[in-house]
Antibody, heavy 120, light 106 residues
Framework: EVQLVESGGGLVQPGGSLRLSCAAS????????MNWVRQAPGKGLEWISY????????YYADSVKGRFTISRDNAKNSLYLQMNSLRAEDTAVYYC?????????????WGEGTLVTVSS | SYELTQPPSVSVSPRQTATITCSGD??????ACWYQQKPGQSPVLVIY???RRPSGIPERFSGSNSGNTATLTISGTQAMDEADYYC?????????FGGGTKLTVL
């Protein structure tokens, strides 16, 4: 059974940092591209970052570029998101989602999400 | 930046056909995907590559994509289909989601 389990969320002050993790199981992790998607309370989905199977290709949304860093450890079947200089508008549920490598494939498995609250 | 536009809400009667649109510049030249999200749950992929259904998604869900519009069609809509629906596409090196459509089954 495919599972993605996020952790690391919590309450952080503006300007602070958090590191999110996503533990993957039930599939060959290094065969899949991975993404982080967030959802602010009561709002829609916002993609924030992508990483290729090897980690050699990385993309970010403009809203987080320069502040967030995505990475993966294929030996540990884990995906990470280092979040620095956090702002109130970063408050959201953060999901990790996998994607097959072929074009046009969507995000076929999502974790349950971890809530990040940025507030003083 | 690339934008995908969806109607905020769509209403449908049970057993009727629901149609949700997603508009974007030359969207038909890209692949579109659709996600269903129920309250308190993670999104679920219901359509990928414009019109393909993942395993386990009922046949009543179908998709199309041409010109500037992708369309999600739910035939014989059931009460359990009431949810938020999001379209998604890749534009260059970024992923774009539509703003979401709340489907109400009256």
């Amino acid at each position: 059974e495919v599972q993605l389990v996020e952790s690391g969320g919590g309450l952080v002050q503006p300007g602070g940092s958090l590191r999110l993790s996503c533990a993957a199981s039930g599939f060959t992790f290094n065969n899949y591209e991975m993404n982080w998607v967030r959802q602010a309370p009561g709002k829609g989905l916002e993609w924030i970052s992508y990483i290729s199977t090897s980690g050699s290709i990385i993309y970010y949304a403009d809203s987080v570029k320069g502040r967030f860093t995505i990475s993966r450890d294929n030996a540990k079947n884990s995906l990470y998101l280092q979040m620095n200089s956090l702002r109130a508008e970063d408050t959201a549920v953060y999901y990790c989602a996998r994607k097959a490598t072929s074009a046009g494939f969507g995000f076929d498995y999502w974790g349950e999400g971890t809530l990040v609250t940025v507030s003083s | 930046s690339y934008e995908l536009t969806q109607p905020p809400s769509v209403s449908v009667s049970p057993r009727q056909t629901a149609t949700i649109t997603c508009s974007g510049d030359k969207l038909g030249d890209k692949y579109a995907c659709w996600y269903q999200q129920k309250p308190g749950q993670s999104p679920v992929l219901v359509i990928y590559q414009d019109n393909r259904r993942p395993s386990g998604i009922p046949e009543r869900f179908s998709g199309s994509n041409s010109g500037n519009t992708a369309t999600l069609t739910i035939s014989g809509t059931q009460a359990m289909d009431e949810a938020d629906y999001y379209c998604q596409a890749w534009d260059s090196s970024t992923v774009v989601f539509g703003g979401g459509t709340k489907l109400t089954v009256l």
